[in-house]
């Protein structure tokens, strides 16, 4: 088996500089690539450009012994106009794509301009709740502090990743579901059945997070600033 780092040293002559050269080349608009390892995501300007990529990046793969995911790779219409030429066209809302953990959502600000939102995915948010579930099993008779300071580790884990703009209410979800995990874990542990929601609300606002968001808008993270 290929090591992670080996493979994408791999894909950088395979994919990587290749595609910046198709760009060049053969592009009629405007182009962005975005690799994260074997996860790959390309916006074109015109859907002609998209569909002969996509043809020369089989073919390409296929010199080198790779090939396309058949379920995954799929070409659709997003962006600034998808939802107008979709409505025009008698089709319905822009299709989604994943990616990096987060769904992409064609959508709009509250001054109605457009804007592309981040949304955790759903089943990444069920996958990391199951995997706290199964270890507050195994910490379940350990001091509420204990358990405290862990949870409230994962939890900053999670917002330092998740915390984006647009995504505030998945915050908002996953804390509570952490909460509510933690209550019925405490209330396994004693016969005596204890912890209301508001005793476990105060537990919450002492050892967990409160969501908020982290990272800037993508505007302000690569605006450039020199003092001169």
Not at 44 to 54: K, M, V
Not at 124 to 131: D, F, S, V
Not at 141 to 166: C, E, M, S
């Amino acid at each position: 088996m290929i090591s992670p780092l080996l493979a994408n040293v791999y894909l950088h002559y395979v994919f990587d500089l290749w595609a910046h050269r198709w760009r060049r080349r053969e592009a009629t608009g405007n182009v962005i690539i975005v690799r994260y390892a074997d996860d790959i995501v390309v916006g074109f300007e015109h859907e002609a450009d998209a569909r002969r990529f996509l043809e020369a990046m089989r073919e390409r793969f296929e010199a080198f012994a790779l090939s396309v995911h058949p379920d995954k790779t799929r070409l659709i219409e997003f962006g600034r106009h998808a939802a107008a030429d979709r409505e025009r066209r008698g089709l319905g809302k822009p299709e989604t794509f994943d990616f990096l953990g987060f769904t992409f959502i064609c959508g709009r600000s509250r001054a109605g301009k457009f804007l592309v939102k981040r949304k955790t995915r759903r089943d990444r948010m069920r996958a990391k709740l199951q995997a706290i579930k199964q270890e507050l099993r195994q910490r379940m008779h350990q001091p509420i502090p204990d358990q405290g300071r862990w949870l409230g580790q994962v939890v900053k884990g999670y917002f330092n990743y998740h915390a984006v703009p647009t995504n505030s209410q998945a915050l908002v979800t996953f804390r509570f579901f952490v909460t509510e995990l933690w209550r019925r874990t405490l209330r396994r542990r004693s016969q005596k059945d204890s912890m209301t929601w508001t005793r476990m609300t105060r537990l919450a606002n002492d050892w967990l997070p409160k969501p908020r968001v982290l990272h800037p808008w993508p505007q302000l993270r690569f605006a450039v600033k020199h003092p001169r």
